[in-house]
């Protein structure tokens, strides 16, 4: 592997001047481990003296929808628990007789199942967990499932709730013990984190109640309305425990214990699930902007905070790079030219 560590340490550096994150923790490797790393910048501006450090653990928002949800739903369809083309209300009592019972969770996984685009929890359906379950698995759709690709939240969330119903386990509880614990990920979990570990945690966004940055704490509203454990969000991790899951995911022999899902579920989801429609995904895994799926083969899924992270199975590689951009700003435009440049610097 060549790469020009030189490039990204620059780019990240010069990300740090710009203030679009405070720090950042970045690797690029194969299924052999991690060939580079690195970090930039500090944890907090407020505390300058203390650097991130390649253990900080991140909020790595929307990465949960890959590290709980895609990788158990893969565990149950290698189970032989979900076929993912059969309507959802052939098989689930909760949304039998509703407008989601048409829809399958091949479609909630490639965004096509025609489920409302925002979440807007807590305004429709109040602060019970089990009202918002309620309300979300029973609302309309937005248009036909099959119609069109829609980036939506939903789409997770409601695939977390199916977890839940065919283990018969939290999602949580079924994510730890099938993926993360056989993996060895010993800090992805879901939040709210204890102290010791908050104490390492890259703040994010300031929380006008308390006055302060959230730390351990998930930035996600809602997560945080849903106890902090849903398909949408509300997982921490580190660089060592995604690495470990993007290397199994490039050979899962690798693996000392096997973890739920392996390489038929990878194979199948690192490839265009959404025929003509665009724009074009796999299962919940989609090609790299500036890239083409065909020729590039690089697959990323992004997460709101400032994480990301980005695999190849054709040139065997992947990336990740974790920042706390939002401790600055909820606007996306600066991260992305330091993410698209980075991968270009990554795969090339």
Known sequence: MTLD????????????????????????????????????????PDHPAEPMRLDTIFDVASLTKILAVWSTIGTLVEDGKLELDSALGDFWPAVTGHPLARAT????????????????????????PQDVRDGVL??????????????????????????????????????????????????TRFGSLPAEAAARCAPTELDETSGAHLMGTAHDFSARLLGAVCGIAG???????????????????????????????????????????????????????????????VWVHYGFTGTGMWISPRQSRWAVLLTNKLYFTRDREPLTHVRNEFRAVAFS
């Open 5 to 44: 560590t030189d490039h990204i340490h620059q780019l990240l550096h010069d990300g740090v001047r710009d203030k679009v994150y405070p720090g950042a923790v970045w690797a690029v490797g194969d299924s052999g481990g991690t060939q580079a790393s690195g970090t930039v910048g500090v944890l907090d």
């Open 105 to 128: 969770a091949h479609q909630l996984l490639t965004h096509t199942a025609g489920v409302p685009l925002r979440a807007n929890l807590k305004n429709l359906y109040g602060t019970d």
């Open 138 to 187: 029973h609302e309309a759709l937005h248009r036909p499932p099959g119609e069109a690709v829609e980036y939506t939240d939903r789409a997770a969330l409601i695939l977390g709730y199916l977890v839940e119903h065919l283990s018969g386990h939290t999602l949580d509880r079924f994510a730890a013990h099938r993926v993360w614990q056989p993996l060895g990920m010993t800090d």
């Open 235 to 297: 997982v921490f991790s580190v660089l060592d425990d995604l690495a470990v899951f993007l290397r199994h995911m490039l050979e899962p022999a690798r693996s000392t214990q096997e973890p739920g899902f392996g390489r038929s579920w990878v194979k199948e989801s690192l490839q265009i699930q959404t025929g003509g429609l665009l724009p074009a995904r796999g299962l919940f895994w989609h090609p790299s902007p500036g890239t083409a799926a065909e020729i590039d083969d």
